[in-house]
C-alpha cells in the first residue's frame, strides 16, 4: 500500500483546508485509514479514521465538529476537510492505514503504512 498526503498550506485562523490522501495497491474494505498530526517537538497524536468501507468514522475530541474525514472511492482518496483552524491545528499531518483493524485505532503503533506527510500551519 502506498499513501500520498497532500493539500497542506498556510493558513489564517478561522480558515479551512482539504486534506487529500491518495491511497494505490491493494486495500480491503475493514482496513483503516486514519490522519495523525505531529506539532513541532510533539508526539504524533490521531486525529481521525474510517474503515476502508466508508463506515465507523472516528475523530478525537479537539477536532470533532470541525473536521470530516471522507472517501471518493472512485479516486481511492480519503479527504479531511477541516474548518474553523486555529493556530493549535498546526501540525503535519500524515495519513496512515492498519490492516489489523483493532481497538487500538488511536495509536499510531498499529498502523503499518504512511505517507510523507503534509505541513499545515495557522496563522493567528
Known amino acids: 500500500v502506498q499513501l500520498q498526503a497532500s493539500g497542506g498550506g498556510l493558513v489564517q485562523a478561522g480558515g479551512s483546508l482539504r486534506l487529500s490522501c491518495a491511497a494505490s495497491?491493494?486495500?480491503?474494505?475493514?482496513?483503516?485509514i486514519a490522519w495523525f498530526r505531529q506539532a513541532p517537538g510533539k508526539e504524533r497524536k490521531f486525529v481521525a479514521s474510517?474503515?476502508?468501507?466508508?463506515?465507523?468514522?472516528r475523530y478525537t475530541d479537539s477536532v470533532k465538529g470541525r473536521f470530516a474525514i471522507s472517501k471518493d472511492n472512485a479516486k481511492n482518496t480519503v479527504y479531511l476537510q477541516m474548518n474553523s483552524l486555529n493556530p493549535e491545528d498546526t501540525a503535519v499531518y500524515y495519513c496512515?492505514?492498519?490492516?489489523?483493524?483493532?481497538?487500538?485505532?488511536?495509536?499510531?503503533?498499529?498502523?503499518?503504512?504512511w505517507g510523507q506527510g503534509t505541513l499545515v500551519t495557522v496563522s493567528s
Open positions: 496512515a492505514v492498519d490492516r489489523t483493524a483493532g481497538a487500538d485505532y488511536s495509536r499510531s503503533y498499529v498502523y503499518d503504512y
Open positions: 474510517m474503515q476502508w468501507s466508508g463506515s465507523r468514522t
Open positions: 495497491g491493494r486495500i480491503f474494505v475493514n482496513y483503516v
